[in-house]
């Protein structure tokens, strides 16, 4: 029996501790008024959730998971954080995103930024972007001693980086002031571009490095961006994985032109995503530091910690109801922040829609001062330490992001792992899984495949530069969603009036709504307006009201009983009355004169699409 201390807060001390497996028992009869049979670890898995990478999520952690010392915060292995006050007490490096191409209105945003709370600035240089020579336009009346500067030029980093010191020096910023990276990363180019890397890209990556390790302390050169893997559909791991093998190859780069091991790794700054499962963006920072470290110390190398820079994911970021994204946006946040991220990007909520007005850019900069001024979050130091949840799952993201590190490694490299198709097979690969769990709705999406409002006013921006391309495809979770949302506009557009499907409701409200609710959400991500109007037909009067509806198409929604009593009689009817197609909510069955059945876990995708093809919808 624990025996507690008497602070007169104790529950049921007297009673002996509850054991595992007294919980698995209770779990087991819990099961088994469901209809499931199982008992012990088989209860508890019939609980977990299956993640990407071969990875799941029990219901329960205790003691029993928990793994070997993570050590301290800002000491080897950096587990628990990079530096030993973690983000206290003034909370993460607020980094926002510079994408227009005008250097005086970038130059207003900078600012509108900058005296809001924003700490950083990412600037994007290049075609469609900032010019190389109007970076000094986009940076006037920045304190560039006071704010740190990081680029993303592509192929243009060692024009835009030269230019940047040279603004430095023009203002009179001296060495030791100056913050930033100037964005080399001939590998992330590549992957987005499908241009491989050439000589002028390399030497422009190591002139850099040998400039900043020489006399720029505080500025770093290469960026080791890890976003072309996720935004292609990579998992966690693999985006673990291919940062460590870019991490290397960058390594080996800068060994081979004469730094020491520590003055490479100091040239590196490492780029993730982070998305609105916390947990998992929790554990993937935290273990893309232990990862790093290693290499770091099989390299014989004793620099510190990995310096991250974490993004809310533009996968994660919905066309449609995009005011959705700010809920998303603060869980990934919160994520990185816990997660131990150096600096954080809070892409704005309608990042995925164009160039973000004042508005939106206002909330994505709130999103962090709400977390660390109003949440506190920023006043623990590695708040997820300690959880056993955490803690594994760290643990095991870690071994696989090594795993397929080694992968990428016996593929010669990085680079090689591009160049032979390698890196895209395995990315689209696991895409093409997860648009398997998009299209079923098993993965949901609010405001889009769940949820979705018709009626919503479109968010209308400027549109944005296109990005660079070539390489590795970008996708969105929505994307299959938005063709057919697109559709319904295209129809609503030359028609005055959306694609309509009937639902039939038959018998009492108790029998029939939620199924009619499940029909109604489900034709809605695609586009089709349900009418549900009476609220309860039967044979004698559901011919009436499929006319009155307007629709070509009708769907069946109520209980199985009811199906077994009214259905077929209900379908007949619907079919004399110039019904094209009869559906039916629920799983397939034997009711004559229904052509498809809609339930949960069925390819909504598929289900949608053939509905809109059927309604002449191109």
């Known amino acids: 029996m624990t025996v507690l201390p008497d602070d007169g807060l104790s529950l049921a001390a007297e009673f002996p501790d509850?054991?595992?497996?007294?919980?698995?028992?209770?779990?087991?009869?819990?099961?088994?008024?469901s209809g499931k049979e199982v008992s012990g670890d088989d209860a508890e898995e019939a609980l977990s959730t299956t993640l990407e990478d071969g990875l799941s999520t029990r219901p329960l952690y205790t003691a029993r998971d928990a793994v070997a010392d993570t050590?301290?915060?800002?000491?080897?292995?950096?587990?628990?954080?990079?530096?030993?006050?973690?983000?206290?007490?003034?909370?993460?490096?607020?980094?926002?995103?510079?994408?227009?191409?005008?250097?005086?209105?970038?130059?207003?945003?900078?600012?509108?930024?900058?005296?809001n709370g924003v700490t950083s600035l990412w600037l994007t240089v290049g075609p469609g972007s900032v010019p190389v020579d109007g970076i000094g336009r986009a940076?006037?009346?920045?304190?560039?001693?006071?704010?740190?500067?990081?680029?993303?030029?592509?192929?243009?980093?060692?024009?835009?980086?030269?230019?940047?010191?040279?603004?430095?020096?023009?203002?009179?910023?001296?060495?030791?002031?100056?913050?930033?990276n100037l964005g080399a990363d001939p590998l992330g180019y590549a992957a987005r571009s499908g241009r491989e890397p050439g000589p002028t890209d390399w030497h422009d990556a190591v002139d850099l490095a040998r400039t900043t390790a020489g006399r720029w302390p505080g500025v770093r050169a290469l960026t080791v961006d890890a976003l072309p893997f996720h935004e292609a559909g990579g998992s966690a791991a693999q985006e673990l994985g291919l940062s460590l093998a870019t991490g290397v190859a960058y390594l080996r780069l800068l060994t081979d032109a004469g730094l020491s091991v520590d003055e490479?790794?100091?040239?590196?700054?490492?780029?993730?995503?982070?998305?609105?499962?916390?947990?998992?963006?929790?554990?993937?920072?935290?273990?893309?530091?232990?990862?790093?470290?290693?290499?770091?110390?099989?390299?014989?190398?004793?620099?510190?910690?990995?310096?991250?820079?974490?993004?809310?994911?533009?996968?994660?970021?919905?066309?449609?109801?995009?005011?959705?994204?700010?809920l998303r946006t603060t869980l990934?946040?919160?994520?990185?922040?816990?997660?131990?991220?150096?600096?954080?990007?809070?892409?704005?909520?309608?990042?995925?829609?164009?160039l973000p007005d004042a508005f939106a850019r206002r909330i994505a900069r709130n999103t962090s001062a709400v977390l660390v001024e109003e949440s506190h979050l920023a006043r623990v130091v590695d708040p997820a330490g300690g959880s056993w949840y955490v803690e594994r799952l760290t643990d095991e993201l870690a071994h696989a992001g090594w795993e397929f590190f080694r992968e990428v490694e016996r593929a010669g490299g990085a680079a090689a792992a591009l160049r032979s198709g390698f890196t895209g097979e395995r990315l689209a690969a696991t895409w093409a899984a997860r648009g398997k769990r998009l299209a079923t709705r098993r993965e949901p999406i609010t405001g889009v495949s769940e949820f979705p409002n018709l009626g919503e006013r479109p968010v209308e921006r400027e549109p944005a530069p296109a990005p660079v391309s070539g390489g590795l495809p970008r996708v969105r979770r929505d994307e299959a969603y938005e063709v057919l949302r697109a559709r319904s506009d295209a129809y609503l557009a030359r028609t005055g009036e959306r694609p309509k499907v009937f639902l039939a409701a038959l018998g009492p409200a108790a029998a029939h709504t939620a199924r009619a609710s499940f029909a109604a959400n489900l034709f809605q991500a695609g586009g089709i307006e349900p009418v549900h109007d009476p609220v309860s037909v039967d044979?004698?009067?559901?011919?009436?009201?499929?006319?009155?509806?307007?629709?070509?198409?009708?769907c069946l929604c109520s209980s199985d009983p009811v199906y077994a009593e009214q259905g077929a009689a209900v379908a007949a009817a619907l079919r004399a009355a110039g019904a094209a197609r009869v559906l039916l909510a629920g799983r397939p069955g034997e009711v004559p004169d229904v052509d498809t059945?809609?339930?949960?876990?069925?390819?909504?995708?598929?289900?949608?699409?053939?509905v809109l093809d059927s309604l002449g919808v191109s």
């Open 18 to 33: 509850a054991t595992h497996a007294q919980w698995q028992r209770l779990v087991e009869g819990v099961l088994r008024k």
């Open 71 to 115: 050590g301290f915060p800002g000491f080897a292995p950096f587990v628990r954080g990079g530096r030993p006050e973690g983000a206290t007490p003034g909370g993460w490096d607020v980094r926002q995103r510079h994408a227009g191409g005008d250097p005086a209105r970038t130059n207003e945003a900078v600012l509108a930024d900058l005296e």
């Open 139 to 180: 940076l006037d009346g920045v304190y560039l001693d006071l704010v740190a500067v990081v680029l993303d030029a592509g192929d243009a980093s060692g024009a835009a980086g030269r230019a940047l010191l040279e603004l430095y020096g023009e203002r009179g910023v001296r060495a030791d002031e100056a913050r930033g």
């Open 264 to 326: 490479a790794v100091g040239q590196l700054d490492f780029r993730y995503a982070a998305t609105a499962d916390q947990f998992l963006t929790i554990a993937k920072l935290r273990a893309a530091r232990r990862l790093w470290a290693r290499v770091v110390e099989v390299s014989g190398g004793g620099a510190g910690a990995q310096r991250q820079h974490a993004v809310t994911s533009s996968v994660m970021m919905t066309r449609r109801d995009p005011y959705v994204n700010m």
């Open 332 to 354: 990934a946040t919160l994520g990185a922040g816990v997660g131990g991220a150096d600096a954080v990007t809070v892409l704005p909520f309608d990042d995925a829609i164009g």
């Open 539 to 554: 044979a004698a009067t559901v011919a009436a009201a499929f006319t009155a509806s307007g629709a070509t198409l009708a």
């Open 597 to 610: 059945y809609v339930f949960a876990g069925c390819d909504a995708v598929a289900t949608l699409t053939s």
